[in-house]
């Protein structure tokens, strides 16, 4: 009888803390010093992971790099040997048919021992898709339930929008992950500033057209 009234009790208790009184209470703990900056900022980051969706962190599909299906080894060498990704979509006839993916060790392993007349479809492996919408606590879950690092974001027509990794959720938890390798760190911001840019240009060639149009006239 008492261990139930205990248990009821703190069950009671447990109903009435908010995810505002916890990230208080770690704002709390900081200042008084019990806990870390850094373990403030992860406690108060995991409350947001249910607030952002597989589409706010994806690398956007004019970012990714890809590698068709039936390319082979030895006629892509150079280009291997350039790509820093660990781990690549293999696509087939386009980045709306993404039938896989492929580690790039098995692909170097390969041109290692000479296996130059294979294709990428040999080593693909399986790979996850995901909807845009889908929040990234549950591509958390999904990730460490199917022991993935890479899944392929669908828009609602099934087209590819982009990738997010493993990686791209545990940035969410603990800051900006910058590889050595990497030469852009936030993929989103680049391909944002690429479109602009693509804008720019093509509005300064319609002006050039109009003042062209003008002058003949």
Not at 45 to 63: E, K, S
Not at 161 to 170: I, K, N
Not at 188 to 196: D, I, L, T
Request: glycine share 4%; with cysteine.
């Amino acid at each position: 009888m008492l261990l139930e009234q205990l248990t009821k009790r703190f069950s009671t208790v447990r109903k009435m803390v908010s995810e505002e009184e916890l990230s208080l209470l770690s704002e709390l703990g900081h200042l008084e010093g019990s806990i870390e900056e850094d373990e403030r900022d992860i406690i108060q980051r995991v409350f947001t992971l249910n607030d952002i969706t597989a589409y706010d962190i994806m690398t956007p599909r004019t970012m990714m790099v890809g590698i068709h299906k039936d390319t082979v080894l030895g006629h892509a060498r150079e280009e291997i040997f350039e790509m820093s990704n660990s781990r690549l979509p293999v696509y087939g006839e386009d980045y709306d048919d993404i039938v896989g993916m492929c580690y790039m060790r098995d692909l170097l392993i390969a041109l290692a021992r000479d296996e130059h007349q294979k294709t990428v479809s040999d080593y693909r492996k399986d790979v996850l898709y995901v909807s845009e919408d889908m929040r990234v606590d549950d591509l958390l879950r999904l990730f460490l339930s199917r022991r993935g690092h890479m899944a392929i974001v669908k828009d609602e027509f099934e087209g590819t929008s982009g990738l997010v990794t493993l990686e791209d959720v545990l940035e969410q938890l603990v800051g900006e992950i910058v590889d050595e390798t990497d030469e852009v760190v936030d993929t989103r911001e680049e391909a944002k500033r690429e479109a602009e840019e693509s804008d720019l240009i093509i509005e300064e060639s319609e002006d050039r057209e109009e003042e062209e149009i003008s002058s003949i006239k």
